[in-house]
């Protein structure tokens, strides 16, 4: 009993929980998971339950650890590059941008400005695909099982976009060190921009049916919130921050590539968690966060093919790369917040280290802290929205 | 702020344990054999003293890396006999980063654990500790992460034998 006192005095709002005290109860251990359809993939949280109410929480990662950090130092510095597609496997545009960027950092090599809009624009339509999973496997799991399907009519177009562009539909490996694979096929850039108006249309259905909702609203709102210290204290980034209200975005704060000017032309800004329908930092924020940053992106998009250059798509850079000694971290927004690649070198074809900070890995920690004191209905709601992938958190 | 006036800083409110700094610098000229160095520059910090060089940097004004970004660590070669252990911290407010290391000898590989300073620090430095056979004193959990609890040796030592099978498991 002293265990679901404990948990009532974590809980946003006490007073309401007052019913659990007189039911005669006992701790148990349920592992959720490995195969849990809550957990996105192959996970493990090992709930200690009262009744109820979760006294507890352990998450119990590695199932998915396919040693991609090992694997970096063995291969030569492109080869490594499909491997970074099968981290965040909903966004791997963005891994290649993230670990292309690290490289070249350390290269020096400057990038075709056509490349550069290429890329930008792949990173963002990947982040609509990803941030589309990320709501509609949401509501599925806490039982919205139509705007599932919803999300994934337009990301099955995303992803024939992307079959168009590169020939794959998941792991792309198409942005490559010096810029990217090829250029895109005729009629494409025109394709993206039909699919921006449709997905501009499209949206507000997503926000009618699921945003809003208000079985959605009272599923999600005041429950996991995560104050801005505890933000910061588990080094939290992404949607998973801005929820919080802090005001951070890499592509903002720490430019890098085209944002600098795409920021300038004034055409994107960053959501941010008001606590708008419950309390600040709580799962709907984080939602809401996700949503609104689709439209941001798809502005970010047009900005893109309205000022499309001409020109080459990939640097002069030989066969076998050769990287100087040194070492250098690049971090980018992926949709899961900051994604960094720590590349040493020491001069030869292979690296020395080839650190991948995942956003997943830093962002699931937050539930050893957040999940005591939830009702179990209510821990796979706080799971959702964290919106974690287990191929990044174990790599 | 860049990283002279980071460093600066660091210097003014004597921050606890800064050993030095590493610039990137181009290739000397006059010897053929020295590859110049590239990418970031960092400091250099004592790893006895790193929860309160991170501590320092979270709390001063002017600084303020109250973000800690990852922490990891790096084998640089089979004959070194040190281990990096490399942190990244970010600042919010002033929008600047910091990569902070420290050599820890192979032989004695046993540090502070900065989770107090950082919660987040908690779960890298598990990673850490199995792929490197780091030991962070007083880590309020120092279980395994990702490897299995009964796995031997440090995979991303540079020394590491790959093994010929686990629990029946053949890895040839």
Redesign the interface.
Known sequence: MVETKDAQRTTADPGKREFMLDVRTQDMEVNMGPQHPATHGVMRILVRADGEVCTGAQPH??YL?R?A??IG?NVEWLQYLPYTDRYDYLAAMNNNLGYSMAVE????IEIPRRAMMIRTICAELNRIGSHLIAFGTYGLDIGAFTPFLYMFREREWMMALFEKICGARLTYSYIRIGGVFNDAPPGWLSEVERFCDVFEEKWHEYVDLLMVNHIFVQRTANIGVIPRA?A??????GPMLRGSG?D?DLRR??PYELYVEIWKSGCFQIPLGKGERGTLGDCWDRSYVRVMEMMESIQIVRWCLGSIASGPVIADIPKTIRV??????A?IENPRG?L?H?V?S??GKVA??C?V?GPS??NL?VLE?ILPGALIADTIAIIGSTDIVVGET?? | MDFRGILDRLQVVGAPGLLGHDLPRPPDPKDKKDKGRGGDPFVWVEPEKLPAFLECCRDDARLSLELLVDLSAVDPSKDDPNLWVVTHLLSLALRHRLEVKCALPKAAATMPSSASVHRGAQWHERECAEMFGITFRGHPDPRHILLPEDWIGFPLRKDYVFPDEYHGISCK
Not at chain 1, 105 to 108: D, F, V
Not at chain 1, 324 to 329: H, L, R, T, V
């Open positions: 990662l590695g650890h040693c950090e090992k130092e950092k350390l290269m020096g505890m910061l204290d588990f080094g939290l980034t802090v951070w704060d720490m100087p000694n040194g070492e250098a971290y971090g900051e960094g720590y040493v020491d001069g020395i280290r650190r900070r890995f830093t920690a802290e174990d790599r």
